[in-house]
């Protein structure tokens, strides 16, 4: 069957060959090499800052309280990074299990302690924390402070605002191409200019 060819299929190469103008067609002409590169850059930088809270290294936390100050004010964002705790680090934990508060975050310094159980305090407070966080509870320490950053984040992490974001990812990737580039794709082209 060497010498049959059909409408919209490549006849000089071997093999499978989709036609330009099918659903299947459609998704090969958008996964070019330039978004295969720029999808691979996105998912590196994804692995890269994975969120604390899904076993990742990195973290970002909204200050809400004024225990920190002057350290940390109210509405500030901290970026957090998981590594080995000391003395004199200022840490982000979440609040023990069987304590009051039990899992709610709380961003203080630690004065003492070990893994088993740190002493932490406010910078801003004059006695220590009733909680003894072990490395277990402990989501990062503090690396870097974004003024009043906190309050966009608080936004961005909203649900509206996630799906608003996936609303307008699918309608760039769905979004029909004009009419002159489809024909010229799938090999349809009208004479322009005889009536």
């Given at each position: 069957?060497?010498?049959?060819?059909?409408?919209?299929?490549?006849?000089?190469?071997?093999?499978?060959?989709?036609?330009?103008?099918?659903?299947?067609?459609?998704?090969?002409?958008?996964?070019?090499?330039?978004?295969?590169?720029?999808?691979?850059?996105?998912?590196?930088?994804?692995?890269?800052?994975?969120?604390?809270?899904?076993?990742?290294?990195?973290?970002?936390?909204?200050?809400?309280?004024n225990?920190?100050?002057?350290?940390?004010?109210?509405?500030?964002?901290?970026?957090?990074?998981?590594?080995?705790?000391?003395?004199?680090d200022?840490?982000?934990?979440?609040?023990p299990?069987?304590?009051?508060?039990?899992?709610s975050?709380?961003?203080?310094?630690?004065?003492?302690?070990?893994?088993?159980?740190?002493?932490?305090?406010?910078?801003?407070?004059?006695?220590?924390?009733?909680?003894?966080?072990?490395?277990?509870d402990?989501?990062?320490?503090?690396?870097?402070r974004?003024?009043?950053?906190?309050?966009?984040?608080?936004?961005?992490?909203?649900?509206?605002?996630i799906?608003m974001?996936?609303?307008?990812?699918?309608?760039?990737?769905?979004?029909p191409?004009?009419?002159?580039?489809?024909?010229?794709?799938?090999?349809?082209?009208?004479?322009?200019?005889?009536?």
């Amino acid at each position: 069957m060497t010498g049959l060819a059909l409408p919209g299929v490549r006849a000089d190469l071997p093999g499978r060959h989709v036609d330009a103008s099918s659903r299947s067609g459609w998704l090969i002409r958008r996964l070019d090499a330039a978004t295969f590169v720029q999808t691979m850059l996105v998912v590196c930088l994804i692995l890269v800052i994975w969120p604390t809270t899904f076993g990742g290294r990195f973290g970002m936390v909204m200050v809400a309280g004024n225990s920190m100050e002057p350290t940390y004010m109210l509405g500030d964002a901290v970026l957090i990074w998981k590594q080995p705790v000391e003395v004199g680090d200022t840490i982000v934990y979440r609040v023990p299990k069987g304590a009051f508060g039990e899992g709610s975050p709380v961003i203080h310094r630690v004065v003492g302690g070990n893994g088993f159980g740190w002493i932490t305090q406010g910078d801003g407070k004059a006695s220590p924390d009733t909680w003894t966080p072990s490395n277990h509870d402990v989501l990062g320490v503090a690396r870097f402070r974004i003024p009043l950053a906190g309050r966009m984040l608080a936004v961005t992490r909203s649900w509206l605002f996630i799906a608003m974001l996936g609303g307008i990812a699918a309608g760039l990737l769905l979004w029909p191409d004009s009419e002159d580039d489809v024909e010229t794709r799938t090999g349809r082209h009208r004479a322009k200019g005889i009536t």
